[in-house]
């Protein structure tokens, strides 16, 4: 069992835990992930890690509400239980001095985009930073991405906060602009990711992304999270969840990430009658 | 004395019909009256030959005479003294290629039902609510990690805290047991038999961690920076093969190990009460011949599937399942698709699978393996309409330890390197057994592997 420290709500339907875990707090770096079960009926979920404390032994996740087990992960309050919490899983983020980094985080991709850019900030890179959001109701942690980048751009779909814009338009300026781009790091929800990965394309300028398909060990056993990059079958878990979003096949991880359009909505339905009763 | 009865007492199971619709267990076990007759027919012949055929040797003439003489506490602590999972291997063991072969009386009839006996034994103690508890050596001060909480890494974690040192189990998931969890169904074997015998590994004092991904959340080296002196690695055979044709990536194409990992360790046939799905659909494709295949085929079928499949490229003398669970297939209605063998899946535009086509096959010359080798017949294609594939064509080592264990030496089939005699690897005080030095192969033989590896590091301890 897993004692949650604190909790956040960052905004209402996105919470941040810290999480007591000093055996995965010891080992964990940007870009990997953990995964945990709610509670002994529960299904086994990757969620990136947002921070972690290798002193105070705890780890940071960011989740928003969108199914079942995200909704009961909700409830819990600081000072309760998560039944059980594995990592850090996948490869770390490769970071190195580049030159100049582009950082985009897009919804509450936000979070881990932040331990991201810090580290490329401390390898020695320019980090310039977009973040992204539907609305200005949904954005979190903009001072924190400011702190460890050297400009930030904020952009809501519909204008209520900083520029009305999707990331890609500001991510192309950048490219398009005097700087020389030397990588470009996007996470956040899939079709962002593969927009991203679009607009950078025609630039030749090496894009990371970090997928997100549906796992159950995360510890490359089962082969429920592969995607296919440059042609290849690649186990998301355990070869990822970094690949180079030139190479990815977005089209295969839209489609495997609804294998369970059906039962999800069975189980948010089954949910919310037995949290009404 | 009576006349030798060539017959073995038969063990009642579920009808195929009810059983092919539900998870309990199949096979029903002995009553008193039918494992008295059958341990009455143990001859207890001076040669003790089914000895020979285990590989943890339990004293198998012996329990079956406690069994005879009703002293059933005593049949336990014989049956316990080798064998720490024995509710485990009573169900799953292919005794038939093992101790029973050695049986003397199999020689002239049907050999003594020895997993059936041992399966009563453990069943009956499973129905005290109590645990008998073996006598612990004193504490040797020594410290001892076990990676992975398998058929292996149990036997040599039970083994060693019983010879006095103070063991560590770090096992990846969420729940103790390895393959007996995830692997094979509950219809075969029950899931609170597995977590009682684990539950006896942690009364003699064992430490079961969760959640620790050896690799991932600490490697090898830090574990031994820790303090243990030294690190037995069960770590299995948990990587899927798939066949890399294509349209392997197409939605409702499972790897068995994915599909029974759902239905088992995650209990996706109690959906919704438990959260974890599984996707079944009206026709179900196996493939592959092993008894992983037919755990999946079954369970499919147990899901609500209408049809299914075993899609198997050699013939039906090839196929490595045991014959028992060939033939529970077969009678559950499981329909064998022989001599064929996928050549690519076929999607809709929603990209689902919806078709596997397939080869005909036929035999040619031994291969390495000895088996008839097969061979595609040009032309024969045809298409078997699917909804849902399970590939099961075997496993390799998941690399998570190989790889961030320095010193170790690794196979290019990706198993690593052990002494057959003792499971001491390459590496200082690291020792392997099971799955990861052998490939994938069966529970007996990991806990075989556990059993003389604990042995060898208990030698290493005290010479420390």
């Not at chain 1, 751009?153 to 519909?158: A, E, L, R």
């Not at chain 2, 040599?156 to 560590?168: M, S, Y």
């Not at chain 2, 057959?420 to 994938?440: S, Y």
């Amino acid at each position: 069992m897993y004692k949650i420290m604190l909790r956040e709500d960052l905004v209402p339907s996105i919470h941040l835990f810290k999480v007591e875990a000093p055996a995965v707090a010891r080992k964990a770096q940007a870009g990997q992930f953990v995964v945990l079960r709610v509670d002994e009926k529960g299904e086994r979920i990757p969620l990136t890690v947002a921070d972690w404390d290798r002193e105070e032994g705890s780890i940071t996740i960011v989740f928003m509400e969108v199914g079942a087990t995200t909704r009961k992960l909700a409830q819990l309050k600081a000072g309760d239980y998560i039944a059980n919490f594995a990592g850090p899983l996948g490869l770390p983020t490769h970071i190195d001095n580049f030159g100049t980094v582009v950082c985009v985080g897009g919804g509450f991709a936000v979070a881990p985009i932040v331990p991201i850019a810090r580290s490329m900030k401390e390898a020695g890179n320019r980090v310039l930073s977009i973040m992204g959001a539907r609305n200005k109701d949904l954005l979190f942690w903009e001072d924190r991405l400011r702190a460890v980048s050297d400009e930030l751009i904020v952009t809501t779909d519909d204008g209520s906060y900083g520029r009305k814009a999707l990331v890609t338009e500001p991510l192309k300026e950048l490219l398009e602009g005097e700087r020389k781009i030397d990588r470009v790091i996007a996470i956040g929800p899939t079709v962002m990711m593969k927009f991203c990965a679009k607009t950078t394309e025609p630039f030749g300028i090496k894009t990371i992304v970090s997928l997100n398909p549906i796992m159950v060990d995360g510890t490359g056993m089962c082969g429920c999270c592969r995607v296919e990059v440059g042609g290849q079958t690649k186990f998301t878990c355990v070869d990822g969840p970094d690949f180079d979003g030139h190479q990815v096949d977005w089209d295969l991880l839209f489609t495997r990430q609804r294998i369970y359009l059906d039962e999800e909505k069975k189980a948010l339905e089954r949910w919310e009658q037995m949290s009404h009763a | 004395m009576p006349k030798l009865d060539l017959n073995r007492v038969s063990m009642p199971k579920q009808e195929p019909l009810v059983r092919a619709r539900n998870f309990d267990e199949v096979a029903l076990g002995y009553n008193e009256e039918q494992a008295l007759a059958e341990a009455t027919r143990c001859i207890q012949c001076p040669k003790r030959s089914c000895i020979d055929g285990c590989p943890v040797e339990v004293d198998i003439p012996d329990f079956i005479l406690a069994v005879r003489d009703g002293n059933m506490p005593e049949a336990v602590r014989i049956l316990k003294s080798k064998n720490s999972l024995p509710g485990i291997c009573g169900r799953v063991c292919p005794q038939e290629s093992q101790c029973e072969a050695t049986c003397t009386i199999a020689k002239k009839g049907a050999p003594i039902a020895i997993g059936r006996l041992e399966r009563y034994v453990a069943d009956w103690e499973l129905r005290q609510g109590q645990m008998q508890k073996p006598e612990l050596a004193k504490p040797t001060g020594k410290k001892v990690a076990v990676v992975g909480s398998g058929p292996a890494g149990l036997t040599a974690a039970a083994d060693l805290a019983k010879l006095g040192h103070e063991v560590t189990i770090f096992e990846a998931l969420h729940t103790a047991g390895g393959v007996l969890m995830y692997g094979i169904p509950e219809f075969r074997l029950p899931k609170h038999v597995v977590q009682t015998e684990v539950d006896f590994v942690r009364s003699l004092g064992v430490d079961v961690r969760l959640d620790s991904v050896v690799g991932k959340t600490a490697t090898v080296d830090e574990i031994m920076e820790d303090g243990y002196d030294a690190v037995f690695l069960g770590t299995g055979a948990g990587l899927p093969m798939f066949l890399n044709i294509p349209g392997e990536n197409l939605n409702g194409i499972y790897s068995a190990n994915e599909f029974l990992t759902r239905t088992n360790l995650m209990k996706a046939y109690l959906f919704p009460e438990y959260d974890t799905p599984v996707k079944v659909g009206r026709r179900v494709a196996v493939v592959g011949g092993g008894n992983v295949a037919m755990d999946s085929a079954r369970c499919a079928l147990r899901l609500g599937a209408e049809e299914v499949y075993i899609v198997y490229r050699r013939s039906e003398v090839e196929l490595p399942a045991r014959r028992e669970e060939v033939e529970n297939a077969q009678e559950e209605g499981i329909i064998f698709k022989l001599l064929t063998n996928p050549k690519r899946f076929i999607g809709n535009d929603q990209g689902w699978v919806v078709g596997a086509e397939c080869y005909e096959m036929e035999l040619g010359e031994p291969d390495d393996s000895g088996r008839r080798r097969p061979i595609v017949k040009e032309g024969s294609e045809f298409v078997i309409d699917v909804d849902i594939v399970v590939i099961a064509l075997g496993t390799t080592p998941n690399p998570l330890v190989p790889t961030t264990t320095k010193g170790l030496e690794v196979t290019r089939r990706g198993t690593v390197v052990a002494d057959e005699e003792t499971g001491k690897t390459v590496k200082d005080a690291v020792w392997a057994g099971g799955d990861v030095v052998t490939g994938a192969a069966t529970v007996i033989s990991a806990m075989g592997a556990g059993k003389r590896a604990a042995a060898s590091i208990d030698e290493y301890l005290r010479g420390l």
